[in-house]
DNA sequence: AATTGAAGTGCACGATTGTGCACGTTATGG
DNA sequence: CCATAACGTGCACAATCGTGCACTTCAATT
């Protein structure tokens, strides 16, 4: 019929990247029957979308958080601090904390209150290492089979000790953020994710702005369930108050003063 | 189709320097199969982005900051290598490990075999985050509430995912070895590693020379129930005499070649 | 039915990128 | 001090890229 349609040869292209396959301008010119440059433009346009990452030859999916912690810890070190410094502000003395792998949330370590006995627990090995570094903070590990691209703990193990905590706060990692909440682009981990805010009285979510708008395939958390979102300044007002729209309590604008 | 790109070649040798690990480009022209010029070239423009430190033969990854357990480690570091390596050599394809907490036994981790399908348990943060950068390892955390002494997880909760488990191979950190056995100064660390025996098919003690003729106060296990016992060129011959008198199943020396 | 405009396509052109090789230079270890 | 290995540079070549342009298609409008 008619399934040489441009928009289905498009459709098929980001379907196949969605699925973390990368994909070759040569090897889909040809299957498709169309033109490198055809699907050069495609591939540009999928790519200004966000759905895909240009290279020479061809095109990669975008692999969210696989790289390793310390890969992303250079990049955006200053914006990933300033939403840790905003964050920190809102816990109070006395308080259990758990803190998601991530590097922002590693960052968030160095700026909880001094001598505010609190108490973090932590899947991910850094954080905990960040955290035994601090003599003022008590730390609980949440252990289980590590993985190595997460940096931690996300197995049935540590679901199962999470699901026994209570956490006055928890501060999670979000792949993306959308109208939809909070996604992540690994289904063990937003498995993870989604017991650790079901053990929180109130979940925390620091997002750089290069997670806002993005969505990723597995469900963590509706807006409404997110007590805070701090983002940085360069968020608009137009994504501002769409999310205050959709049901976010708090959305904490960090460096803006 | 198109695992041999360059950009993901790129990405590779950008995250295993971001993982702490060193590289070198005659290997990595081997393993991607390119000219040591390509290889040259990628690690020219990390060098360049300031994400890996240039060296003759490769490229360094950048040292975050001032390393925590590098301090420790400065102690005896010589000693402890000696020692690490010299136990490291005993250790067969596809066991499972158990890391006690102690520099010594952080030291091991570099030294065990590469790529033989090991999989490591620890309780000890610095531990777990050495195996995790050594992406050839399983890891496997035991949590609970981290003693900050110790560097680790030592309570019921460690106790009790320990009991669960069965090692092919325990390292166990002692205090003191004298011809009562191995000791530790503290309660729940004893009772912690006591656990541990009990669990593992066998025990290996790494021993630097202050610890032997020690004595503490709470006993870990009997010279019979140490399978090995790895001690530094510095013990005496009466020393070893007795030991093995007292029933050290292999007193190992390291370093005397 | 004819017109119009947007979207998609292929092609030609010069620019860019990645690669390997050859050359001379520099570091490292005995 | 010398041998070797690794290095940087310049160069040639091929693959790929971006852009401008002409052409088709198709649906909506006139």
Redesign the pocket.
Known sequence: MMNDH??I?RDTIAARLANQQPVS??ALAAEFD?????I??DL?ALAAEGRCR?V???ALPILPDAAPLAARLGEGREEKHRLARAAALAVGPGEFLFLDSGSTNLALVEFLPEDADLTVATNSVDIAAAVLRRQDLRLIVVGGVADSLVGGCIDAVAVQAIVQMRFDRAFIGACAISEDGAAADHFEDATFKRAVVASARRTVVLATDDKLGRRAVHHIASLRQIDMLVVGPGVSDDQRASLDAAGVRAVMVAGRD
Do not use: K, L, Q
Not at 34 to 38: K, L, Q
């Open positions: 441009p928009t040869r301008a040569t169309v033109s490198e440059d055809a050069r433009r540009r240009r020479y030859g061809g």
